[in-house]
């Protein structure tokens, strides 16, 4: 059974930082593609930023230039730096990755930035 676990949410002030880690189980081959989405209360899912398993990046125009997706691909383990972190950046963050035919989520893990 494929699972995705996310750690390193937490509680930090206006301008500090974060590492999020989401290590993959239960797979024969790595990801195709893994990537950081969020969820703020009373919105919808957005992207973060996603790594093709060769390392091509992608990463929406709110966090670029403050986040860094990167993976390792033989411990199929995806990391988002988060630098000068801001309150609006508040949200469970969750782990992607897709295969050809799948796609698979994490639980999520809490980020909270406070003013």
């Known amino acids: 059974q494929v699972q995705l676990v996310e750690s390193g949410g937490g509680l930090v002030q206006a301008g500090g930082s974060l590492r999020l880690s989401c290590a993959a189980s239960g797979m024969e081959f790595s990801f195709n593609r893994m990537g950081w989405y969020r969820q703020a209360p009373g919105k919808q899912r957005d992207l973060v930023a996603t790594i093709s398993k060769g390392g091509n990046t992608n990463y929406s125009d709110s966090v670029k230039g403050r986040f860094t997706i990167s993976r390792d691909n033989a411990k199929n383990t995806v990391y988002l730096q988060m630098n000068s972190l801001q309150p609006e950046d508040t949200a469970v963050y969750y782990c992607?990755?897709?295969?050809?035919?799948?796609?698979?989520w994490g639980q999520g893990t809490q980020v909270t930035v406070s003013s």
């Open positions: 992607q990755g897709t295969t050809a035919t799948i796609l698979y």
